[in-house]
């Protein structure tokens, strides 16, 4: 969702991007320093290069580069929208919530086995390592009143693995993780707040080519009709499914947060960062929350009065 309030233009942007640095300014907006830059890339702002501000600060010569023309494709782009006085605190708390979780959080690593599993985790585990069961037309296994993991046979153990490393982690900074027998959904409790959170495999289709065995059924259901008779029409399924492996780990709902598996990192080795983006995302939520209650009060004190 937008938020509401007017763009700051692509000209004033430049002069705040080359009167202050980008950490000063992005917070104005709300924004991460790499989220500022993205976006004055995308509207042709060339921001200082590394160097610069310590230039500055010493008293040696600097150059200022010109604003450049509009670039053809930015035409339709519009600027960040500065936070107002009442989301700024929201907005340094959701900061300093993130920063104090980096400085204390240690890299985290997922073990080759479970040792000592959440308890969670535990009764995932015996749930969806039976034999039977597997029977999703995309191979994949569920148990969401257990917890919420979406995978099939050959990823498991890892998610099970993943999963019991992220909940313990979460443990020191105050969050415990339940399961909404209701809703299906795994939810940590913590910051003020609820958040959801699963782990799903990625699972591609292919059309389904109907092998020879089938056809062959599919011939004796047509012919059984020419003889008076009629058979049971086989079942042939409609796509081929095809694990990758991946996950996707997800938190929350609005705001949210996901991580994916890449061709070059598995979310195990940005579980650190996880962490701390989670206690943020917390302190997000809440935020939203208040504002929501704010809102709903003066509403309910506004019609009071009429």
Request: aromatic share 6%; glycine share 8%; net charge positive.
């Amino acid at each position: 969702m937008r938020r509401q309030g007017t763009p700051v233009s692509r000209e004033a942007l430049y002069e705040e991007v080359w009167t202050d640095a980008v950490t000063v300014v992005a917070p104005r907006y709300g924004l991460s320093d790499v989220g500022l830059v993205k976006i004055c890339k995308k509207l042709g702002i060339l921001v200082p290069p590394r160097g610069y501000w310590a230039n500055v600060k010493a008293g040696r010569p600097t150059r200022k580069v010109p604003l450049p023309s509009l670039p053809a494709g930015a035409r339709g782009l519009s600027g960040p929208i500065p936070l107002t006085e009442q989301e700024a605190p929201t907005h340094a708390r959701v900061r300093d919530a993130l920063q104090q979780t980096r400085e204390s959080q240690p890299n985290l690593s997922v073990l080759d086995e479970l040792v000592d599993p959440h308890p969670l985790v535990r009764a995932a585990a015996a749930r969806l390592k039976r034999r039977d069961g597997w029977d999703r037309l995309a191979g994949v296994r569920s148990a969401p009143k257990v917890l919420d993991l979406q995978v099939t046979r050959n990823a498991l153990d890892r998610a099970l693995r993943l999963a019991d490393t992220l909940l313990k982690a979460l443990e020191p900074s105050g969050f415990t993780a339940r399961v909404d027998d209701e809703k299906g959904q795994t939810l940590l409790v913590g910051g003020g707040t609820t958040l959801s959170i699963s782990i799903v495999e990625q699972v591609t289709r292919t059309s389904h080519t109907p092998t020879l065995a089938e056809v062959r059924a599919r011939d004796r259901y047509y012919d059984s009709f020419r003889v008076g008779a009629r058979g049971e029409y086989p079942n042939i399924p409609q796509f081929d499914w095809h694990p990758t492996g991946r996950l996707t780990l997800t938190v929350g709902s609005w705001p949210s947060q996901r991580w994916n598996d890449t061709e070059r990192s598995f979310i195990d080795s940005r579980l650190s960062g996880g962490v701390a983006a989670i206690v943020g995302l917390a302190e997000a939520k809440r935020a939203k929350e208040e504002d929501e209650e704010r809102r709903r009060r003066t509403y309910e004190e506004a019609r009071a009065r009429y």
